[in-house]
């Protein structure tokens, strides 16, 4: 019914850029707030950045002043721009929404997980 995609994962340098995107599509009536996390091989999954539907964002103290995370309504995408990337941004990206959907249910949804890698 809903499906979050993400896009623009890629092996970058240290110190460059990557820009990520989550599309959602399906059913959805409305969209609250969108985040993105992200998971290193034999770690746990950590909360990245969070924006609200009136556009507050929020983010892990790791990557504040290098990423900032947007969204677009109209195309029900969310993004985070990632500069000066280090190696220890290195893992797999998941987008996720909480929305409401064509059911009438609040729910929490995940895309299926995009690579960054930066190394020399």
């Known amino acids: 019914q809903v499906q979050l995609v993400e896009s623009g994962g890629d092996l970058v340098q240290p110190g460059g850029s990557l820009r990520l995107s989550c599309a959602a599509s399906?059913?959805?009536?409305?969209?609250?707030?969108m985040g993105w996390y992200r998971q290193a091989p034999g770690k746990q999954r950590e909360l990245v950045a969070t924006?609200?539907?009136?556009?507050?964002?929020n983010y892990i103290d790791s990557v504040k002043g290098r990423f900032t995370i947007s969204r677009d309504d109209a195309k029900n995408t969310v993004y985070l721009q990632m500069n000066s990337l280090k190696p220890e941004d290195t893992a797999v990206y998941y987008c996720?929404?909480?929305?409401?959907?064509?059911?009438?249910?609040?729910?929490?949804?995940w895309g299926q997980g995009t690579q960054v890698t930066v190394s020399s």
């Open positions: 996720n929404a909480e929305l409401w959907n064509g059911l009438g249910y609040v729910r929490r949804y």
């Open positions: 399906g059913s959805i009536f409305s969209i609250n707030d």
């Open positions: 924006i609200t539907k009136r556009g507050t964002a």
